[in-house]
């Protein structure tokens, strides 16, 4: 299994900005497929954005695009989860999590089960 280990969370006001980062243990041409999910309390988890490590290939949830951006840096085994313009109803856990299929379109809409590992998360807060 995957290990992962999520950081950059933290609290900004609507509007701002944060940078969220994850380690995997696994070199990534085990991996085919990265990605980043929320969640709050009470509610399913929701894809938010993918990388196709073997292409870097990228896929968003509609709710994201244009705001958030997610790349990868294959030497050191990281992800990032560029987010921009961020509202409260963003506020949620954030998970980074890893798949051996590859990503498709589908993948952010309800392809959490493809990913086998997943991280502790970081709390992301955004203020109104």
């Known amino acids: 299994q995957v290990q992962l280990v999520e950081s950059g969370g933290g609290s900004v006001q609507a509007g701002g900005s944060l940078r969220l980062s994850c380690e995997h243990s696994e070199y990534t041409h085990s991996i085919n497929c990265l990605g980043w999910w929320r969640q709050t309390p009470g509610k399913e988890r929701e894809g938010v954005a993918a990388?196709?490590?073997?292409?870097?290939?990228?896929y968003y949830h509609d709710s994201v695009k244009g705001r958030f951006t997610i790349s990868q840096d294959n030497d050191k085994n990281m992800v990032y989860l560029q987010m921009n313009s961020l509202r409260p109803e963003e506020t949620a856990m954030y998970y980074c999590a890893a798949s051996f299929l590859k990503c498709t379109s589908r993948t952010v809409v309800d392809g959490a089960s493809d990913f086998g590992s997943w991280g502790q998360g970081t709390q992301v807060t955004v203020s109104s």
């Open positions: 990388i196709w490590t073997g292409g870097g290939r990228t």
